[in-house]
C-alpha cells in the first residue's frame, strides 16, 4: 500500500472488554512503532519492533497491553480489561529501519473510547 | 518526563505572518526531526536536522540547531491557512533508541 494503514479509525468499548488494534505498514518498512496520544498532549512511546529482534517494550503502561508482529508486516496492539484512562488515539508508524535518522511514516490512528 | 518540550504551547497568526516555535531538550542528541499533525491523526514528518548542522531549509520552512543551548527553532514563512496544525519536535539519544517527542505547539493560522 501507499502508507500505514490502521483499523478500525474508531473504536468504542465498555470498561472491562478486550480491544484489538491493527497497523498495517509500509511495505519493505523494519521498523514499526506504537504510541498513544492523549487529548491534547504529545506522543508516548509504547512499543517498537524492528526485524526479528526482541521488541522494545518499555513504554508498555501495564500488563494489560502488548503487542505482536508477525515478520516485518502487520502488528496488532491489544488492550486487555480496558479502563477509561486508556481511551486515547492509538498512532503506528514505520520506518525504513531502526535508526533514528530515518523519518517515522504515521498511520491516521485509531481512536478508542471507553465507556 | 518529556525529553523536548515545545514552545509555546499555542500560537495563533494571521495569514501572511511569519511563525516560530521552539523546542527545548535535556540530554544531548545525534538528530531533531519536526513533525506536523493536522486534526489529532497522523503526524507528518517536515524536516530533520543533525547535531552537527546548525540551519536547514525547506521551503517555507527554516530549521535552527543550538547544541549548546539544547534547543531548535522552526520558522514557517508566510504563513497560510492550511498551516494550521500541532507541530512537535521529536529528539532521540542515540541512534538505536526511539524518538521522543514533545507536547507540541499548536499554530493557528486566521485568515
Known amino acids: 500500500g501507499a502508507g500505514v494503514s490502521q483499523s478500525p479509525s474508531n473504536k468504542v468499548t465498555e470498561k472491562g472488554k478486550d480491544v484489538e488494534l491493527r497497523c498495517d505498514p509500509i511495505?519493505?518498512?523494519?521498523?514499526l512503532y506504537w504510541y498513544r496520544q492523549r487529548l491534547g498532549q504529545g506522543l508516548e512511546f509504547l512499543i517498537y519492533f524492528q526485524g526479528n529482534s526482541a521488541p522494545d517494550k518499555s513504554g508498555l503502561p501495564s500488563d494489560r497491553f502488548s503487542a505482536e508482529r508477525t515478520g516485518e508486516s502487520v502488528s496488532t496492539l491489544t488492550i486487555q480489561r480496558t479502563q477509561q484512562e486508556d481511551s486515547a488515539v492509538y498512532l503506528c508508524?514505520?520506518?525504513?529501519?531502526?535508526?533514528?535518522?530515518?523519518?517515522?511514516?504515521f498511520g491516521p490512528g485509531t481512536r478508542l473510547t471507553v465507556l | 518526563s518529556q525529553q523536548g518540550e515545545e514552545d509555546p504551547q499555542a500560537l495563533s497568526i494571521q495569514e501572511g505572518e511569519n511563525a516560530t516555535m521552539n523546542c527545548s531538550y535535556k540530554t544531548s542528541i545525534n538528530n531533531l526531526q519536526w513533525y506536523r499533525q493536522n486534526s489529532g491523526r497522523g503526524l507528518v514528518h517536515l524536516i530533520l536536522i543533525r547535531s552537527n548542522e546548525r540551519e536547514k531549509h525547506s521551503g517555507r520552512l527554516r530549521v535552527t540547531l543550538d547544541t549548546s543551548k539544547k534547543s531548535s527553532s522552526l520558522l514557517i514563512t508566510a504563513s497560510r491557512a492550511a498551516d494550521t496544525a500541532s507541530y512537535f519536535c521529536a529528539t532521540d539519544l542515540s541512534g538505536n533508541t526511539p524518538l521522543v517527542f514533545g507536547k507540541g505547539t499548536r499554530l493557528s493560522v486566521i485568515a
Open positions: 511495505s519493505g518498512h523494519t521498523a
Open positions: 508508524a514505520s520506518s525504513q529501519d531502526y535508526r533514528t535518522y530515518n523519518e517515522q511514516f
